[in-house]
């Protein structure tokens, strides 16, 4: 696989984030290495859309790569994708993705996206929005994909939308070795929490952890109050 035969990707809104950020990113990948070594095929969902996944996931794309591994993200969100709407940008009109993988229009070189200047990042993206995924998803050409992947770098984050919402997720999960559940701070009640935490062990993937998305900064400068508007907490999900 030799990037000069691979269509390129531009992220269109910039990753670039303030300290407190990068090191909560950083913390993140350590934890990964540490408490998931095995989870190298990573679903990242939440019980609601609007709780920040993508944002997780392309971030979590990035710190990856700048450390040096080979990671390639999949969009499967078919029905909204805030990676397609917020952050891609193709010097082609459409840009091919999933969906036109697994409906046969495309092939697998045809929607596997290198990243402008981020070397070792790759993107799948969504492509066309479908009405129901489902179809698609249990498509013999996902598991060829998912396999295709596993075998070709070193992680792979897979985007999904929200389990709590519709089943796409739950086809994904057998794929997949871990899951990071994405929970937006002041937005989501514990028993809200708790049920898509079983909805996910339920499917057969691990939860590795959570991610407190959005949490407001405790100290209270004005530049913390500006600019720290996000702060993300990585744990290993209770055994209670």
């Given at each position: 696989m030799r990037n000069?035969?691979?269509?390129?990707?531009i992220?269109g809104?910039?990753?670039?984030?303030?300290?407190e950020?990068?090191e909560?990113?950083?913390?993140l990948?350590?934890?990964?290495?540490?408490?998931?070594?095995?989870?190298?095929?990573?679903?990242?969902?939440?019980?609601?859309?609007?709780?920040?996944?993508s944002?997780?996931?392309?971030?979590?794309?990035?710190?990856?790569?700048?450390s040096?591994?080979?990671?390639?993200?999949?969009?499967?969100?078919?029905?909204?994708s805030?990676i397609?709407?917020d952050?891609?940008?193709?010097?082609?009109?459409?840009?091919m993705?999933?969906?036109h993988?697994?409906s046969?229009?495309?092939?697998?070189?045809?929607?596997?996206?290198?990243?402008?200047?981020?070397?070792?990042a790759?993107?799948?993206?969504?492509?066309?929005?479908?009405v129901?995924?489902?179809?698609?998803?249990?498509n013999?050409?996902?598991k060829?994909?998912?396999?295709?992947?596993?075998?070709?770098?070193?992680?792979?984050?897979?985007d999904?939308?929200?389990?709590?919402?519709?089943?796409?997720?739950?086809?994904?999960?057998k794929?997949?070795?871990?899951?990071l559940?994405?929970?937006?701070?002041g937005?989501?009640?514990r028993?809200?929490?708790k049920?898509?935490?079983?909805?996910?062990?339920?499917?057969?993937?691990?939860?590795?952890?959570?991610?407190?998305?959005?949490?407001?900064s405790?100290?209270?400068?004005?530049?913390?109050?500006?600019?720290y508007?996000?702060n993300h907490?990585?744990?290993a999900?209770?055994?209670?």
């Amino acid at each position: 696989m030799r990037n000069v035969d691979l269509p390129t990707l531009i992220i269109g809104k910039s990753l670039e984030l303030p300290y407190e950020l990068k090191e909560a990113f950083n913390s993140l990948k350590i934890n990964l290495n540490f408490t998931a070594e095995d989870a190298k095929v990573i679903m990242i969902t939440s019980s609601l859309a609007g709780e920040g996944k993508s944002f997780i996931s392309m971030h979590l794309m990035k710190v990856l790569a700048e450390s040096g591994k080979r990671v390639c993200l999949i969009d499967t969100d078919m029905r909204r994708s805030a990676i397609l709407s917020d952050y891609l940008i193709s010097s082609d009109k459409n840009i091919m993705g999933l969906s036109h993988y697994l409906s046969g229009q495309s092939s697998f070189g045809d929607v596997l996206y290198r990243v402008e200047n981020m070397e070792r990042a790759y993107i799948i993206s969504c492509g066309a929005y479908v009405v129901d995924p489902t179809i698609l998803l249990e498509n013999n050409r996902f598991k060829v994909l998912m396999e295709n992947v596993k075998n070709n770098f070193d992680y792979v984050i897979v985007d999904c939308a929200p389990i709590g919402l519709v089943a796409d997720a739950k086809i994904v999960s057998k794929y997949c070795n871990g899951a990071l559940m994405v929970i937006k701070s002041g937005q989501i009640n514990r028993n809200l929490a708790k049920n898509t935490a079983r909805q996910i062990e339920e499917s057969g993937c691990r939860l590795i952890g959570y991610i407190l998305n959005r949490r407001k900064s405790q100290k209270g400068s004005y530049y913390e109050k500006k600019y720290y508007r996000y702060n993300h907490y990585y744990g290993a999900p209770s055994k209670k």
